[in-house]
C-alpha cells in the first residue's frame, strides 16, 4: 500500500459527459501528479501540483482541469468525454517536485461507452 | 514525442537468470527513475540515478546510466517469479516534466 488514495476505482460513463476523479496523496507528501495510462499511448504525464500551485503541465488536453485543495487532495475533472479517454488515471504523490520518488495510487479506471 | 523507449519491449527467462533492460531517453534530464508495474496497478518506485551518476546499486537491482549516449539500463540478478511485471523508466526534464518510458514486460518462469 503506497499510501495514496483514489477514488473511485472504476467509472464507466457516456461520451460528452463530465467526471472528477480525487486523489489524496501521502500524509506529508506536497507534490501530487496527474498520468493518464492506455494502451495506445503509454504512460502520460498530465499536470503536477505542489502545494496548491501548478509546477508543471505535460500532455493534458483543454477539455480537463485539475486543482490541488489546501488539504492537499487533488482532482482532475474530464469533460465532454470521447472513446478515446478511456484509460486507468494514476494519480501519485512525492515529498517534493524534485529528485524524490513518486508514490502511485491503485489507479482510476475510466470506460467511455 | 519527448517520451524514453525501454528496449526490450518484452522479455521472457527462467528463474534465477539475470534480466537486462535498456531505456533510452531524449532531453536532458535531471535524474532517471525505474518502475515496476503489476498487471493493471499502480507503479512501484525501484530506483532513481541523479544525473551526476553513472552506477546504483539496489539489492538485486542495479541501474546504470551514460548520459552522453541518453540511455540507462536495468540489471536484475537472479531473477525470481515474483520479479514478473513491466519495468518503465521515467525522466524529468529541466521543465519538471516527466516522461515514462514505453515499458518493459518481464516475464519469470519457474
Known amino acids: 500500500d503506497s499510501g495514496v488514495t483514489q477514488t473511485p476505482k472504476h467509472l464507466i460513463t457516456a461520451t460528452g459527459q463530465r467526471v472528477t476523479l480525487r486523489c489524496s496523496p501521502r500524509?506529508?507528501?506536497?507534490?501530487v501528479y496527474w498520468y493518464q495510462q492506455s494502451l495506445d499511448q503509454g504512460l502520460q504525464f498530465l499536470i503536477q501540483y505542489y502545494n496548491g500551485e501548478e509546477r508543471a503541465k505535460g500532455n493534458i488536453l483543454e477539455r480537463f482541469s485539475a486543482q490541488q485543495f489546501p488539504d492537499l487532495h487533488s482532482e482532475l475533472n474530464l469533460s465532454s468525454l470521447e472513446l478515446g479517454d478511456s484509460a486507468l488515471y494514476f494519480c501519485a504523490s512525492s515529498s517534493s517536485g524534485q529528485n524524490y520518488e513518486q508514490y502511485f495510487g491503485p489507479g482510476t479506471r475510466l470506460t467511455v461507452t | 514525442s519527448q517520451q524514453g523507449e525501454e528496449d526490450p519491449q518484452a522479455l521472457s527467462i527462467q528463474e534465477g537468470e539475470n534480466a537486462t533492460m535498456n531505456c533510452s531517453y531524449k532531453?536532458?534530464?535531471?535524474?532517471l527513475q525505474w518502475y515496476r508495474q503489476n498487471s493493471g496497478r499502480g507503479l512501484v518506485h525501484l530506483i532513481l540515478i541523479r544525473s551526476n551518476e553513472r552506477e546504483k546499486h539496489s539489492g538485486r537491482l542495479r541501474v546504470t546510466l551514460d548520459t552522453s549516449k541518453k540511455s540507462s539500463s536495468l540489471l536484475i540478478t537472479a531473477s525470481r517469479a515474483a520479479d514478473t511485471a513491466s519495468y518503465f523508466c521515467?525522466?524529468?526534464?529541466?521543465?519538471?516534466?516527466?516522461?515514462f518510458g514505453t515499458g518493459t514486460s518481464l516475464t519469470v518462469i519457474p
Open positions: 500524509s506529508g507528501d506536497l507534490s
Open positions: 532531453t536532458s534530464i535531471n535524474n
Open positions: 521515467a525522466t524529468r526534464n529541466t521543465g519538471n516534466q516527466f516522461y
